[in-house]
Structures are given as structure tokens and as C-alpha cells.
């Protein structure tokens, strides 16, 4: 319904944003990412939106971010994480770490945050690896990488640095973690997890 509003940061409180447009002032439950990256009270924003209508609550939810909307929206539709518990969640980490969270199955960094047991982090790491997975490997058509189908393992490792800098790595260090490396049997999945475990060092 609301794609974004555009206007006057009114006032900026924990998880809480009042942005003015026209004679109109709205609050948006926001995350303290976004609470952190917007200029201060008394600036122009734009805030990209998120509306959720329940039968005891209508809340308008705000990001800096498309990404981290579209984030915020791939939590809440796993089975036991509402809005709010996705906007705790997106405090607690940057959007890397919470995706890197997932695909390596890091049960403790997801219960860390508050609201979050073993079963919900299980069911997170269940019902979103694959799809961040594939969310972050770039798709090509025509390209060399297109080998990658006939088992080539350069366009399998192409693939996986594309996506290891998808998620903030630099080039170069990405590079250093393959370099000379034997990966075996390993899929664009396995190197993406083996490239994370050998970063994660550095």
C-alpha cells in the first residue's frame, strides 16, 4: 500500500521513527540499522515501508533500505517470527551477518538475539538457507560461467567469489581464500560455506 515516504525526520526514538510529510506526521517501527544510518531530527529522508494489518494492530514498519525491507519480509514468513520479532532481529545484526548466520547454520548467533530460541533459529536456518543461497549467486546467461553446468570448476569458483562479495568481502580477499586451494567435489553451495569458514579467520 505505502512504498515509501519521503519528508521530515520528526523525532528518532529506540525502533521508533516520526517522519512528517505535508500535515501529516507517521510513526514507523524501525530497526536501530535504520535508525543509526538516517541523518538526525530536523532532516529529509526517504523511508522505504512495509505495512502489516492484523486484527489487533495496524503498524507501519520503516528501512533505509530496500534490501533490508525485502529482508524483513523473507523473516516474517517463516513460521514463528512476527513483525516485531524480525525488527529485533534486524537490530541485533547488520544484514550480512544474519544471512551468513543462516547459511552457516550458526544456531548461536541467531539465538543470541532476544526472542529467538533453538527452534526458530532451526526453523530460519531450515526454511531460508536455500533461498539466500541462491539469492546471492548472480545468475548468467551466455557467459563463461555458463560452464559451470558442464562441472567446469573455475566457473564454480567465479560464482562463488560473485557471491562472497555479494556479501561485503572485497575481491582480494575473496581471491586470497581460493587461491591454490583443492575444492574437491564441492558445488557453488559447499565453496560459498567453505570460502565463509576460511574469512572468518581472517
Do not use: C, H, W
Not at 532476544?114 to 527452534?119: D, E, L, N, Q, T
Request: zero cysteines; proline letters at 2%; glycine letters at 10%.
Amino acid at each position: 500500500m505505502f512504498e515509501f515516504i519521503e519528508g521530515e525526520i520528526v523525532a528518532k526514538e529506540l525502533q521508533r521513527l516520526v517522519v512528517k510529510t505535508g500535515s501529516i506526521g507517521y510513526s514507523l517501527l524501525v530497526s536501530n540499522q535504520t535508525l543509526s544510518s538516517l541523518p538526525p531530527a530536523g532532516s529529509k529522508a526517504l523511508v522505504y515501508t512495509n505495512l502489516q494489518v492484523r486484527e489487533d494492530d495496524i503498524s507501519l514498519y520503516g528501512f533505509a533500505t530496500k534490501e533490508e525491507r525485502a529482508f524483513f519480509e523473507l523473516l516474517i514468513q517463516v513460521s514463528g517470527v512476527g513483525p516485531k520479532l524480525a525488527l529485533t532481529t534486524l537490530s541485533a545484526y547488520p544484514i550480512v551477518t544474519l544471512k551468513k548466520a543462516i547459511i552457516m547454520g550458526d544456531l548461536a548467533a541467531l539465538t543470541s538475539v532476544a526472542g529467538i530460541g533453538k527452534k526458530t533459529a532451526q526453523r530460519l536456518i531450515l526454511e531460508l538457507k536455500d533461498k539466500l543461497s541462491k539469492e546471492m549467486l548472480p545468475e548468467y546467461e551466455g557467459s563463461e560461467l555458463a560452464a559451470v553446468a558442464a562441472g567446469d570448476a573455475e566457473g564454480i569458483i567465479g560464482q562463488a567469489i560473485e557471491a562472497l562479495e555479494a556479501l561485503g568481502y572485497s575481491r582480494s580477499e575473496v581471491m586470497k581464500v581460493f587461491a591454490g586451494k583443492e575444492i574437491g567435489d564441492l558445488d557453488v553451495e559447499g565453496l560459498i560455506k567453505f570460502g565463509l569458514k576460511q574469512l572468518a579467520r581472517f
